[in-house]
Nanobody, 118 residues
């Protein structure tokens, strides 16, 4: 069983930055998803195990960067130029593909709240 431990959420003003971290052991692709009340969980970004391939939802492209440090077994989501609409619970996930669908990920973190004030 793989445990994912997220950290780095919080409250930030619009235009600010946050970095989320997700510690996970094993050779997995990693992804970040987010969810707001009453809505389905949305794919945000994914990265291959090697770190050489990434993908993003269009709404965060150019503002968010996903990366990983396999020596530390940690994936990151650097979020810049944050907007109020980025407010959500952010989840990291581990799987065999860095796809955009929830079913492509096998393990999930507990979620961390990101709140962007206007």
């Amino acid at each position: 069983q793989v445990q994912l431990v997220e950290s780095g959420g919080g409250l930030v003003q619009a235009g600010g930055s946050l970095r989320l971290s997700c510690a996970a052991s094993g050779r997995y692709a990693m992804g970040w998803f987010r969810q707001t009340p009453g809505k389905e969980r949305e794919f945000v970004a994914g990265i291959s195990w090697s770190g050489t391939t990434t993908n993003y939802v269009e709404s965060v492209r150019g503002r968010f960067t996903i990366s990983r440090d396999n020596a530390l077994n940690t994936a990151y989501l650097q979020m810049n130029s944050l907007k109020p609409e980025d407010t959500a619970v952010y989840y990291c996930a581990a799987g065999y593909l860095y796809g955009t669908r929830e079913y492509e990920y096998k393990y999930w973190g507990q979620g961390t709240q990101v709140t962007v004030s206007s």
